[in-house]
Structure formats: C-alpha cells, structure tokens
C-alpha cells in the first residue's frame, strides 16, 4: 500500500466515522453503528501508524515498503 493509498483509506474512513458521529449527536445510533465507530477508531490508529513507520523508513533511507501494519493491541496502547 502506498502513501497515497493509505490517505485515501484515512480520508475515506475519517468520512465515515464523522457521519456515524454527527448522527449519534442528532437522534442516536444503534448498536451495529456503535460497533462500526470503534472499529473505524481502531482501524484509523492502524492505518495512521503505517503511514508513520513509511514516513520513517523513507527519512531513514530505508525502503518503506517493509513497514507492517501493526495489530490493534499494539496501536491501541501507545501512550500519546
């Protein structure tokens, strides 16, 4: 997946999570939708942290192809 491919899946689940957000806060959502947001969070953090470890690879003159996406437990727990 290229930078440019995961911008794109950013920006398409980033679209997502805001409509399923406006519509919690204008009559609510069921409980399929609020499984779709947290799954949206999680996915969002992975695709994020791919892009860093591209970014870094490519500034430490590595191939950034050899980034991984990195499972949910890891992402979700990386202090801020």
Do not use: C, F
């Amino acid at each position: 997946m290229t930078d440019e491919e995961i911008l794109q899946q950013i920006n398409k689940e980033t679209n997502e999570e805001h409509e399923l957000l406006h519509a919690a806060e204008h009559g609510g959502i069921d409980e399929s939708q609020h499984a779709r947001l947290a799954e949206l969070k999680v996915n969002l953090d992975q695709l994020w942290d791919l892009l860093r470890q591209r970014r870094a690879l490519r500034h430490a003159g590595l191939n950034p192809n050899e980034a991984k996406e990195r499972p949910a437990s890891t992402v979700e727990h990386y202090k801020q």
